[in-house]
């Protein structure tokens, strides 16, 4: 993304967020599908967070349990305490850090496969633990009940994050998809991405030029964990409802990895465009499979991932920037120089 | 309170085979050829509904059924080192090396075997019930169900019988080399892929005769491989990456904290507190009880 890219690819991004402010306003009358684009958000989101650790070359298998902590931590503090969940968010982003630094400070020193069934473990522990737990000290967790989120004005109080109809839930989803994407992208600008890079290819080498792996994959696992958070409580507000039982599970932990993979894990636009592909196939699957063929959406999504690993290990995401190139240079076919397709995989 | 003790004692080493006799076979996968098989449990799921059709369709005893399906588990292992990870480590040697790829290709393989199961063969819980299946063994006040006590024989001997080939055979030696170092053996004429795709079939086979052994007391569903994986993944990290009496031991053990702390504090705090013992050993002794393996 160089030279004369750079302002088609900005004028691409312009375009495309164009059509996604009137997205809402086309389909008002079709309420499904306006949820079907939150939720791309909110995966899209999810797992840009999530990828951030998988830019410095670790791979993480518990991040449903950010997700429940964001949520629990923001919607215990509005039941119980009543903190608006928008100051709410960030106490659960902290929460979540301070989790991740118990998790990510012993194991991210390790090599090899450690890290990854390190999450997952911990992951299942909270999980048990708070589907468990009726009360936590003074905190009122309702075990497997989970929180359903009071209702203040009929759910029409936008002071609380709560909002009548899903317009404004597909504004904010999108604005921290947006953010969120625009960060690593900003990120991978600095130095500290170019760590990240050194890291993930070749471990030895950049410790030996004097970049400190552990604690710079640490600083990714924890800025991914808060950012994670904050989506669990966008997560909990717009179901109005969390619980642990899916809000931390191993198999949300699971969908979130796979739409990173798929779009493409350690780089930056892969899980946008992961989840653009992903979660409208296995919406639209089970709306019209439902239960007649129980497991068959999962095992289209397995097949997908084995297929994305097996022939695509960077994912869709190059396979989609080349076909954008191809498209942009169609239209704008006056334009003096081509980059090479790989130039836009990052 | 010695007897309820001594009771879950005992009711904890039964169990405590059966995870060692699945944790055997992942231990050859996950310590030699490094592969975090997260389809491990689907092997077993596979076998057992494999053991349980053989049985349902032609009145076959698990027991028997064993001679049919370990090789057709053997080869099945063969079969997914071969055509699935293999590309991936050829590919390996030019990329990056990127042991997470496999990784998340057998947590694919998993999806499609467990939800391929669930769409075949429904959700239903299947059990296998043979004459024998009710058999005991009383002890005073122990009651010892037979077909248990069978199964934590055959783990035992399973562990003993591997730890025999990896030591004294001409394929053990092969098999520890490349676990090893991969280039040093291949530069000493060994066929690396060959290797490692006996060692999955092996590991795949052992996995199987449990299963099979696992029959006549245990129910197959299509859910029932990844809680078992994770909890072999614990007890081969605990038993020392690579080493198969450690697996065994690690295994046991499982079972009866399980067992007994399940007298005192309830089930689930039980359970986790088994998953605290790994990020113990993780964070403290990455090398596990036995470990052969740095880390």
Known sequence: ??????????????????????IPFVLEKHPYYVHIFILVFLFGYLSTAWGLVGQSGQLSFGHAVFVGLGGYTSTILFMDYGVTPWVGMFAGAIVATLFGLIIGYPTLRLRGPYFALSTLVFGLILQT?????????????????????????GGDAPAVFQFATKTPYYFIALAMMVSVVLLSYLLNRTRIGSYWTAIRSDQEAAESLGINAGRYRL????????????????????????NAERGMALSLSIEIVLVGVV????????????????????????AQLGGGFAGLHTLIYGLILMGVILWLPKGLNPLVMRGLKWLGDRLWSTSPSVRTPEDSGR | MAETLISALVAGLLVGGLYAVVAIGLSLIFGIIRVINFAHG??????????????????????????????????????????????????????VVEPLGVLLLMAGLDMVMANGALLFFKSDFRAVTVLYGSAAIRLGFL????????????????????SWLLSRTELGNGIRAVGQNREAAALCGLNVYHIFALTF????????????AMLPFYFVDPSMGLPLAIKSFI?????????????????????????????????????????????????????GLMGVLEA
């Open chain 2, 235 to 287: 007890i081969v990290v605990l038993g020392g990456l690579g080493s198969i009496p450690g697996a065994l031991l690690a295994g046991l053990m499982i079972g009866v904290v399980e067992s007994v702390g399940g007298q005192f504090v309830t089930a689930t705090s039980a359970s986790i507190f088994s998953l605290i013992i790994f990020l113990f050993i993780v964070f403290f002794r990455p090398k």
């Open chain 2, 143 to 162: 009651t010892i169900p037979i077909t248990r006590l069978v199964l934590l024989v055959i783990s035992v001997f399973l562990a003993f019988g591997l």
């Open chain 1, 1 to 22: 993304m160089k030279q004369r890219s750079i302002s088609f690819n900005w004028m691409a991004v312009a375009f495309v967020l164009a059509i996604a402010m009137i």
């Open chain 1, 263 to 286: 779009g493409g894990w350690q780089t930056v636009s892969g899980p946008m465009i992961g989840a653009m592909i992903i979660i409208p196939i296995s919406e639209l699957l089970r």
């Open chain 2, 42 to 95: 689907s092997f077993l799921m596979a076998s057992m509904y494999a053991g349980f059709w053989l049985w349902h369709l032609w009145g076959i005893d698990p027991y028997l059924s064993i001679i049919i399906v370990v090789p057709l588990a053997f080869l099945g292992g063969y079969g997914v080192q071969h055509f699935l990870i293999r590309p991936m480590f050829q590919r390996e040697r030019t990329y």
């Open chain 1, 129 to 153: 633990y708070v589907v468990n737990t009726q009360m936590l000290g003074p905190i009122n967790l309702r075990g497997a009940m989970g929180l359903l989120l009071p209702l203040k004005n």
């Open chain 1, 219 to 242: 600083l990714a696992f924890l800025l991914s964990c808060a950012l994670t958070a904050l989506g669990g409580t966008l997560w909990a507000q717009y179901f109005h409802y969390i």
């Open chain 2, 201 to 212: 079939g092996l590991g795949c086979a052992v996995t199987a005769f449990g299963g099979c």
